[in-house]
């Protein structure tokens, strides 16, 4: 009975997390952290060959 209370839990929480991600809203938001690794304003300055 609390194995399938869990799982309930775990499945409603990950779809609502899906959805939040799938979310137009945050799609800005995730482009902008996609492009980081790409920014040159985030250098540390270090070499890379």
Do not use: Y
Not at 20 to 42: G, Q, S, Y
């Amino acid at each position: 009975m609390v194995s399938g209370i869990v799982t309930a839990i775990l499945l409603a929480l990950f779809v609502g997390g899906w959805i939040w991600a799938w979310n137009p809203r945050h799609k800005a938001d995730f482009d902008a952290t996609a492009r980081l690794p790409l920014d040159d304003e985030n250098d540390t300055g270090e070499h890379r060959p």
